[in-house]
């Protein structure tokens, strides 16, 4: 079953940017409906942004005008683009099929703090 490598993460100061990637194994990348999410210590996860397989894109309002999710099937991967980071947006960022199926990755670490 496909999996997904998530990568990108790492410490930034409140105000900067990030691009976190996802990248696909196999070749149905295309075909699936995707999310990125996180969980924040001592919270649950959340889905921060979804995008369909023609490029339709949603976010929660908590990221909107921040983040930026956008994909590219050639190369099997999928990004999200974060900016103006706040404390907040700390967590572990995850990237899943939005159906469901398939296990979590390790996710990336995302710290936003001065």
């Known amino acids: 079953q496909v999996q997904f490598v998530e990568s990108g993460g790492g410490l930034v100061q409140p105000g900067g940017s990030l691009r976190l990637s996802c990248a696909a194994s196999?070749?149905?990348?295309?075909?699936?409906?995707m999310g990125w999410y996180r969980q924040a210590a001592g919270k649950q996860r959340e889905l921060v942004a979804e995008?369909?397989?023609?490029?339709?894109?949603n976010y929660g309002d908590f990221v909107k005008g921040r983040f930026t999710i956008f994909r590219d099937n050639a190369k099997n991967t999928m990004y999200l683009q974060m900016s103006s980071l706040k404390p907040e947006d700390t967590a572990v960022y995850y990237c899943?099929?939005?159906?469901?199926?398939?296990?979590w990755g390790q996710g990336t670490q995302v710290t936003v703090s001065s």
């Open positions: 196999g070749s149905m990348f295309s075909f699936y409906d």
């Open positions: 995008i369909s397989t023609g490029g339709s894109t």
């Open positions: 899943r099929r939005l159906d469901g199926i398939g296990p």
